[in-house]
Structures are given as structure tokens and as C-alpha cells.
């Protein structure tokens, strides 16, 4: 039905970049939101940050403080999570969470990636 696809993890030095794509694509009739989240070893998956289809964009600031910044290229219906002043602390898997009303059916659903690793070495 619908598949969401994240990519750009890696590893990378503390205090280094990533940008994380995250594109959904399939049995789409309306878009609605883009959620990241992530989730380290041994510890619940959090809310990175969403950016709504109007463009609203939240952060969790706990987790974000400032560094990341979360966009969309509308021309290819992707999101983008760029991530700056990387901390081993953000060493996790990032997930992509889409928030659709499904064409088949027309019901709202969500769906979520496999997941893009992260590692921050120090």
C-alpha cells in the first residue's frame, strides 16, 4: 500500500552533520505528517520532530536543542532531517513515520520505515 523509505545514515564524528531522507510513496490520497523518530540501545523509541503537509514543523527540544532542522522538498515528496553538532548521544536508529489517508481505502493510517542507523563516535 504505502512504503516509506528512509536513507542518509552513517557514521560520523561528534560534532559532525548528516542530512536523513524519508520519502513515502505508494496508495497515497492526502499527506498529513512526517514524523522522525529514533531509538538507541536499550532505550524507547522518541520523537525527534514532524513537519506537518501545511508545513508546521515541531521539535522535541529535549532531544533536538537546536541542532536539527526538519524540511521537505515538495517536488519529490521528501523530508528531510539535517542534523548538526552531532553528539555520541544521538547514536541511534532513525525511524520515519508517515501519516497518510490511504487511497483504497481512504482511511488514515501510518507507516513507518525500517529504520536508518546513526553512529556518533567521540
Known amino acids: 500500500q504505502v512504503q516509506v523509505v528512509e536513507s542518509g545514515g552513517g557514521l560520523v564524528q561528534a560534532g559532525g552533520s548528516l542530512r536523513l531522507s524519508c520519502t513515502a510513496s505508494?496508495?497515497?490520497?492526502?499527506?498529513?505528517?512526517i514524523e522522525w523518530y529514533r531509538q538507541a540501545p536499550r532505550k524507547p523509541r522518541e520523537l525527534v520532530a514532524s513537519l506537518t503537509e501545511g508545513g508546521r514543523a515541531t521539535y522535541a527540544d529535549s532531544v533536538v536543542k537546536g541542532r536539527f532542522i526538519i524540511s521537505r522538498d515538495g517536488a519529490n515528496d521528501t523530508v528531510y532531517l539535517q542534523m548538526s553538532s552531532l553528539e555520541p548521544e544521538d547514536t541511534a536508529v532513525y525511524y520515519c513515520k508517515a501519516g497518510v489517508v490511504v487511497s483504497t481505502i481512504f482511511q488514515y493510517r501510518e507507516f513507518w520505515g525500517q529504520g536508518t542507523l546513526v553512529t556518533v563516535s567521540s
Open positions: 505508494g496508495s497515497i490520497y492526502i499527506r498529513d505528517i
